[in-house]
């Protein structure tokens, strides 16, 4: 199936264009999503996360604690490499499956794999086309920061360790500008959809 990958740094707006692109009847599998599925409680990496970092990564109730397992990773990049070396192809797995899955279960011709790390964790290699959400830096950070929760030097480090925006636009065979309003993007959204239809038919 024709699959165009989604991707953008933290507060690019990712999820506001998967959502528009799911209202045209898309599938968009979530690498993020299947990330999360790969370290549900009973599952081996959460084991070994375990083993790893230690058993105050787990919290009372058996599931992972993200907040305290990304502050250690972003602040130790040896840990990140470690992290990535033990999910990422257990990710791949997960959207491959659920990829697979789209033609009996959406009536869209092609789908979106959503994934803030798709060049840089190599999922590109599983997609016929990159999109990539762009905004100015300090408009990531802003949103990032009120989204979240989080400290400003946080999102920081999260960008610094995601690739330049220049470099993953360069990757890019479109580009959505999320500088402006949500309806601007349903727009240019609307427009890659009918885009994509064209591409898919061809495919």
Known sequence: M???????????????ASARFRSHGVNVVDADQAARLVVEPGRP????????????????????????????????????????????????????????????????????LESPLLIESGQSAMVQRICVIDLPELTQLERASSRDGNSPEQIRKIMAAQLPRTQRCAKADDILDNSGSLDSLYAQVDALHTRYLQLASEF
């Open 2 to 16: 024709f699959t165009v990958g989604l991707t953008g740094g933290i507060g690019s707006g990712k999820s506001a």
């Open 45 to 112: 990496a959460l084991a070994a996360i375990a083993e790893h970092f230690g058993a105050e990564m787990v919290l009372a109730d058996g599931s992972l604690d993200r907040a305290a397992l990304r502050k250690r990773v972003f602040d130790e990049p040896a840990e990140r490499r470690w992290l990535e070396q033990l999910t990422h192809p257990l990710i791949r797995e997960e959207i491959v499956s659920a990829l697979a899955a789209s033609p009996q279960t959406h009536p869209a011709p092609y789908a979106i």
